[in-house]
């Protein structure tokens, strides 16, 4: 299972999903501010690979918004991420680290995941790989692509404001 949700979080190739972009080679990412995803703020609840999924995000502070994650699987903890949304070069950059249930972290000690930001479009912030979706104010969608052998699948995440 840890394998297999490194590659989900890794995973940056071009396929047929509909909610997410792939960044491309010689992009560069768009202007943006904190102040277009400040909604993501609070406690957010929902279930994804047969376990619960929650999600807490700070308000913008110091140029990030901070967020923690949790999936729960039949009442333990699986895995965590740590992680934010900070304000890099007028632009925004997803960025996060993963942790076993007993907080053994999964990448090198200086290793960090980043998503370039692709794209600004109303209700949505395309990352490289995973999309942030407002629905309304008590919930949000997140798509994340998982690649797993040869196939690549787009997920969606659905969450419900706590």
Request: hydrophobic share 35%; proline share 2%.
């Amino acid at each position: 299972m840890k394998q297999f949700l490194i590659l989900m979080l890794l995973a940056t190739f071009s396929c047929n999903a509909q909610n997410t972009l792939s960044f491309q080679e010689g992009e560069t990412s768009p202007k943006a501010t904190l102040s277009q995803i400040s909604w993501m703020e609070g406690h957010w609840k929902g279930e994804a690979f047969g376990g619960i999924t929650e999600e807490i995000w700070s308000p913008p502070l110091g140029g990030s918004m901070m967020f923690s994650f949790k999936l729960v699987i039949d009442g333990e903890v699986n895995f965590y991420e740590l992680g934010h949304i900070r304000q890099l070069d007028e632009t925004l950059i997803f960025e996060l680290k993963h942790f076993s249930g007993d907080l053994k972290g999964w990448e090198e000690k200086d290793e960090v995941q980043s998503f370039k930001l692709i794209k600004v479009d109303g209700n949505r912030l395309y990352f490289d790989g995973f999309t942030f979706e407002k629905v309304n104010d008590k919930e949000i969608n997140i798509y994340g692509l998982i690649h797993q052998g040869d196939t690549t699948e787009e997920v969606k995440f659905n969450y419900k404001k706590q």
